[in-house]
């Protein structure tokens, strides 16, 4: 009988230390469609609140790309499936409508601590947050 295997996460627990969370899938994957093992360099995108936002990793450890409103640079560091960002720079401009929103993006991005990249999907966790960005 084929049986799904669980594979434990860390996952943000409102109010509390990391948690276990299950993902059935992860570890079921019969004709190998789920790659675990990416590395976060690419293109990605997202949005926060209906503001679109772009962010790509490259190969030396430099970050970048849209917050909304701003561009942003800075660095990151992988080790493992935990990663740090920032601090990251930001050019200043005024978008109304848009600063709440790109305030929550670089807040988050620079308190991640793990991350879980595909070909097509990268989620970067925060002790109270859940990034998803999809490939561009």
């Not at 949005?47 to 490259?58: E, L, N, P, R, Y």
């Not at 800075?74 to 409508?97: H, N």
């Amino acid at each position: 009988a084929n049986v799904a295997k669980y594979k434990v996460e860390s996952a943000p627990n409102p109010g509390g230390p990391w948690t276990p969370m299950l993902n059935p899938v992860a570890d079921f994957d019969p004709v190998g469609l789920v790659d675990y093992d990416r590395s976060p360099v690419g293109d990605w995108r997202t949005s926060t609140d209906g503001v679109k936002q772009t962010i790509t990793f490259d190969k030396q450890g430099k970050v970048y790309g849209d917050s909304g409103c701003n561009r942003f640079t800075g660095g990151y560091k992988v080790k493992g499936d935990r990663i740090t960002i920032g601090p990251l720079a930001s050019t200043m401009m005024f978008c109304e409508g848009k600063m709440d929103a790109e305030q929550a993006f670089l807040t988050k991005l620079q308190a991640a601590v793990s991350y879980q990249a595909t070909k097509k999907t990268l989620k970067i966790f925060t002790p109270k947050d859940l990034m998803t960005f999809k490939a561009s």
